[in-house]
Structures are given as C-alpha cells and as structure tokens.
C-alpha cells in the first residue's frame, strides 16, 4: 500500500504544505500575520518562518514589501522555501537557512517590520518529541537573543510583532524594555468572551509611547461560530471564512 501525502492547508490565495514541519499552521501564526501592521512597510523580516506562513501572509498583505525569512531547522527551511516558490507573489519572498543570532551578525540593511511566532517555554520537562520541544521551548532561540537581533535589524521608526500566550507575553514586555523596545501594540485574545486572556499579540518599536490596548473573542458559544471582529481580521484568508 502506498503512503499518502500529507493534503496541504489551504488558504484562499494560497496553500501551505506542512508534512516536513514541526509546527503546524496555527491559530496564533495567522492571527500575527493578520494583525500587525504592514502601513508603508517596504521590506519585513519573519524570525523561525516554519512552514512559512505568515512571510506568505504578508506578502499578500503588503503587496509592494520584500519578504525575508530565517528559519533555523533544515526540514522546516526546506518546506517554507518551496511553500514561498508557490506562492503568486513568489517573486518578493526569500528565506534563508541560519540561526537569527548569525544572520543579525551578518546582515547590513534594516528592516521596516520584524515579525516571529517564538519558542515560548523557558522551563519545564522534555518530552521524546525531541523536534517539537526543541521548536518550542527556548532552547535555540532564547528571547534575549530574539530581542537583540530585533534591535540590531529593526529600522528606528521599524515595527516588531510577536506573540505569546498570556504570562510569557507579559515578561517578554518587561524583558524587552531592557532592549529599549517598548510595546506600542497590545492584542488581548480571548477564545470566548468568558475565558481569561489566553494569547497576548505585542508590537513593539524602538521609541516609547502609551501603548494601545485592544481585545479580541475568537468566536461565540457555538463550535465555528466565528465572532465578527475575527471574522473581519482572518477573512481575508481562511478559505471557508
């Protein structure tokens, strides 16, 4: 009997084939691709591409900006790269195989947007799902590393968008500030109107300000039944949305 491959996730413009990665497309990666801002953005940096999902995203959302990504894990790199050679906007997405750390050294320009989905757990057991632990714990990617590079490729007026679940997301902010950069963006997200914040969706950028605060319920009580704020920010991709 033959082995079957792996049926990609499909978005409206375009699809995402994820048999080769770790992490799989996820509600947190397409709501950061969805959310950030990409106003006058003409070149963005997606830090751990994955599958490469949300560079693909952008790339649709800011139809004049070049796409890089970093993407650590040679599986994970290998995917994304023809994930990205698929997509209609093929032409303005690169992706290259190294650690941030080594490519913030090495790297010249800046950035106007700098966007990564991270490892969030800094503690903790190990499990035999050696790859998928090693994606998210902070083990090759610790956040102060993530910050430096961010600092060192963000332009001055740049913009930096991550998230996190709720508790990480909070010591990233206070983490950050020792990086001089400071939440100017904060997303609350919500499952359901009646559950605690799960996911904070942060942007950050290198000047100081009052940083604006919103909330977002990702559906009602009914499964699929889809709020209309989540609704309005993903529709533009979830196929059957």
Known sequence: MGTSIAKPFLFKQFAI???RCTMKVGTDGVLLGAWVDVSGVGTALDIGAGS???????????SEAHIHAVEIEREAFDQAQA???????????AIFHTAIQDYAAQHS???????????????????????????RHTVKLPHGDLLAAVRTLL????????????IEGLRFQELARSYKLY???????????????ERLLMQFEKQERQPQLE?????HDSPNEWTEAYRALTGAFYLYM
């Open 52 to 62: 490469g999902v949300i560079a693909i995203m952008l790339g649709q959302r800011a």
């Open 17 to 19: 084939h994820q048999d």
């Open 155 to 166: 332009h001055a007026e740049g913009r930096f968008g991550v998230v996190l679940p709720y």
């Open 83 to 93: 994930n990205m050679r698929q997509a209609p906007w093929s032409d303005r997405l």
């Open 215 to 219: 909330e977002l319920v990702i559906q």
């Open 109 to 135: 320009g800046k950035y106007d947007l700098i966007v990564s989905n991270p490892p969030f757990f800094s503690g903790g057991t190990f499990s035999h799902q050696a790859d998928r632990n090693s994606v």
């Open 183 to 197: 939440a100017s963006r904060i997303l609350e997200v919500r499952p359901k109107q009646e559950k605690p914040v």
